[in-house]
């Protein structure tokens, strides 16, 4: 699934060379690993070094505020977009959903979320208790 996921990615990347592009990664914590950059081969390194597997619990609303925070202080010239490729293994709670919802709103921000499973794997649970602070 990892190497589908940086496939999809570089792919999208490679077809879109007017945009920016920052890349943050999460599993049980989101983490930086590149910035809003207009440098598609930066951006490249950046997608081909998330070899690390995931974790058994995946924080997602921690790693979307981590992408939304990259939004934060950025003029607003174009359509903003967070591209999120998970495992389907996605845990919100109201709270965070409520939070990112508002976050969103504010930076103007779509999300494109691809879910990679494998044949037979479990639903992912959107509501759970589990979640209790996400970012920015």
Known sequence: ???????????????????????????????YISPLTE???AIQAAINSMETPGLAFTNVAKGLGMGLSYFKDQPHT??????????????????????????????????????????????SSMETDSMTSVYP
């Open 1 to 31: 699934k990892a190497q589908a996921a940086r496939r999809l990615l570089s792919e999208f990347v490679s077809n879109r060379p007017h945009d920016l592009f920052g890349v943050a990664g999460f599993s049980t914590q989101p983490f």
């Open 39 to 41: 440098h598609k081969s």
């Open 78 to 123: 174009g359509s903003r977009v967070i591209v999120l490729v998970s495992d389907g293994a996605a845990s919100l709670d109201h709270r965070a959903q409520k939070t990112l919802r508002e976050w969103f709103e504010r930076y103007r921000v779509s999300l494109y979320w691809f879910f990679l499973r494998t044949e037979n794997a479990a639903n």
